[in-house]
């Protein structure tokens, strides 16, 4: 039996230089070509790679392929915001969105399917944990977005990435890492390191780690001001409490020579909203290099939470503001197709298997 081809989406620069070295006794340039044939023209076939040599793409043809998720079904929002959901197994999918803004157009990306960290007012978490993705998975959710965006804002419709889809991507480090060095490679998508965002639940190892080993902008889910509250609402405090997490935020950035750090905070009407949780943050956060993004909750069915009231989320602010915190308030954006934050749930329902089949919505997707 033929050895299983190797996927050449998702291999960084250097192990895809090892390949053409090892495997086909090319010249390290060949992956050079490679990559900009799969990421800038979003290539998947080695037919189309016309500056190839014909022999050369014969014998790619024999050890490898490029191979792109599928997709289940696309939806798109009133306001534009668009949603792919992408099968990964029989009943299982994730989901990718892309956020259209004035100034730049987001790309918020899943690392997990499923997610382990059980924060309590998260969809993604009441489906468990099933598995990570590999690097081809992660990285080819930014190629097939390009793909379907082709033509929209000549070409440049993806100028930022953010880790905020389903999944905890530290709990994924070793293959969301090389997925972002492909991000960031001037091969590839070329994307400053300011523009690819990594936001995580707080697992305080992992931060150290990337501090030595990638640079990129952090994301951190506080979403409370004190050990009491968070440990309830993110679970991995009663592991990495908020001193420790915080330590290990500045080791970050200085390390990294960042400027400063997004908080991220959910309101949760009721539960973490009063004045006074607002005092806490600002002293936990004051002097420092820090950001605060609140971000209205958004419901999903079965929850137990509401969204915090207007004017108690402005009065938040206005608190944190004159405390001398720079804060701005998210956006809630696609939620009328379940895209927005905490709601993607990545089901691949009965319904639609049934009508799927083994077929696929767009046949133009490769398997
Ligand atoms: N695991 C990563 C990425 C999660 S999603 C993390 O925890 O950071 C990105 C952001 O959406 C996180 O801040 C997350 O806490 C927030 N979020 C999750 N559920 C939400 C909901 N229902 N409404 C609003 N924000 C939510």
């Known amino acids: 039996m033929a050895a299983e081809k190797i996927n050449l989406l998702g291999l960084p620069r250097a192990e895809l230089e090892q390949f053409v070295a090892d495997r086909l006794g090319a010249k390290p340039f060949r992956a050079r070509q490679l990559m900009k044939w ?3 023209q979003g290539a998947h076939e080695f037919a189309a790679m016309t500056d190839l040599a014909k022999d050369f793409r014969a014998q790619l043809e024999e050890v490898a392929c490029i191979k792109v998720p599928q997709i289940v079904t696309e939806q798109t929002a009133a306001d534009g915001t668009r949603k792919w959901l992408l099968r990964m197994d029989e009943v299982q999918g994730i989901e990718t969105v892309y956020i259209p803004e004035p100034d730049r157009g987001t790309l918020c ?6 997610c382990a960290m059980d924060c309590t007012f998260c969809s993604t978490a009441q489906q468990g944990f099933n598995r990570n993705l590999s690097v081809a998975e992660i990285v080819g959710q930014v190629w097939l977005a390009q793909r379907e965006l082709k033509g929209t804002r000549g070409d440049r419709a993806i100028t930022n990435i953010v880790f905020m889809g389903m999944g905890e991507p ?3 480090y070793r293959n969301v890492v090389p997925a972002m060095r492909i991000f ?7 994307l400053s390191r300011r523009r690819v965002t990594l936001s995580t639940s707080g697992l305080v190892p992992q931060i150290y780690k990337l501090a030595e080993e990638c640079n990129v902008a952090l994301a951190v889910s506080l979403h409370a001001p004190n050990d009491a509250l968070r440990n309830e609402l993110v679970p991995i405090n009663r592991k990495h409490p ?8 500045w080791h970050y950035l200085e390390k990294q020579n960042g400027r400063s750090i997004t908080f991220e905070y959910v309101m949760l009407d009721g539960v973490n909203d009063a004045p006074e949780h607002a005092r806490q943050l600002a002293r936990l956060l004051r002097g420092r290099p820090a950001k605060l993004n609140l971000i209205p909750f958004n419901p999903f069915p079965g929850t137990r939470y509401k969204r915090s ?3 108690a989320i402005l009065r938040f602010r206005d608190i944190l503001n004159d405390m001398g915190i720079i804060v701005t308030i998210r956006r809630t954006r696609g939620d009328d197709i379940d895209a927005a934050c905490g709601q993607l749930a990545g089901r691949v329902n009965d319904r639609t298997l049934v009508r799927l089949g083994t ?5 133009s997707v490769s398997a």
């Open 38 to 40: 799969i990421y800038k």
């Open 109 to 114: 990306i899943s690392s997990q399917v499923g």
């Open 170 to 172: 530290l709990a994924n």
């Open 184 to 190: 960031l490679d001037d091969l590839s998508y070329e």
């Open 242 to 249: 908020i001193e420790e997490l915080l330590a290990a935020c």
């Open 309 to 311: 009231s207007v004017p």
């Open 359 to 363: 077929k696929l919505v767009n046949p």
